[in-house]
């Protein structure tokens, strides 16, 4: 069936670092893409999705290319700041197999002062 | 704002008291979905509503219930809340089942 897997965490980074949190999925058909963010104590916000290959996700100077010879989508920013202290999901969903949103297990981010 | 509305944020229930989550929406989405999530770990899908169409997931226990009376509104119903039910509950919607997903804030679940 289909899968989402991501780098584990929890990733600790200083102010202003550049982060990238991996995410690699195995599907039967082509996929949706998302990235999902949780702030503690609150539900899931869509941070960025991608539809198709070689589409560009891009939100909040969050990036994420959907590369389907890699099966990746990666999500990158160039600089980070303490609020984006939080849990990230990257997640698929792929109707051709039927079946509704897979997510991965999640990335902790810390972001130090 | 359009948006997925989640009450109470906060429930505490004993052991083996029925409880009721409710989730109301006004983004007019089809579809309807509940999830339960445990402290580190991603969400784990329930069930999801199509319209009225009721779709439960294969491991999903019965002591997990569902109801859609309309569009707007969906409820969860546990039976009886066992200690391991403890958990953050999510409501999200989607337009169709490969739309992104909208997610309330959760309601948290204390079993004492």
């Known amino acids: 069936g289909n899968s989402v897997t991501q780098m584990e965490g929890p990733v600790t980074l200083s102010e202003e670092a550049f982060l990238t949190i991996n995410c690699t999925y195995t599907a039967t058909g082509y996929p949706s893409l998302f990235w999902y963010v949780q702030y503690p104590g609150e539900g899931l916000q869509l941070l960025l999705k991608a539809t198709k290959a070689d589409d560009k996700g891009s939100n909040k100077g969050f990036e994420a290319t959907y590369r389907k010879e890699t099966t990746s989508f990666h999500l990158e920013k160039g600089s980070v700041q303490v609020s984006d202290s939080a849990v990230y999901f990257c997640?698929?969903?792929?109707?051709?197999?039927?079946?509704?949103?897979?997510f991965g297990p999640g990335t902790r981010l810390s972001v130090l002062p | 704002d359009a948006m997925v509305i989640q009450n109470p944020r906060y429930q505490v229930t004993q052991f083996g008291k029925p409880v009721t989550l409710s989730c109301s929406q006004t983004?007019?989405?089809?579809?309807m979905y509940w999830y339960q999530q445990k402290s580190s770990q991603a969400p784990k899908l329930l069930f999801h509503y199509y319209d009225k169409d009721f779709n439960n997931e294969a491991d999903t226990p019965d002591n997990f219930q569902s109801r859609r009376p309309n569009t707007s509104f969906c409820f969860l119903d546990i039976r009886s809340p066992g200690l391991g039910d403890a958990a953050m509950y999510l409501c999200a919607t989607s337009r169709d089942h490969d739309n992104e997903q909208f997610f309330g804030p959760g309601t948290r679940l204390t079993v004492l």
């Open positions: 997640a698929l969903s792929d109707q051709s197999y039927g079946q509704n949103f897979v």
């Open positions: 983004l007019n989405h089809n579809v």
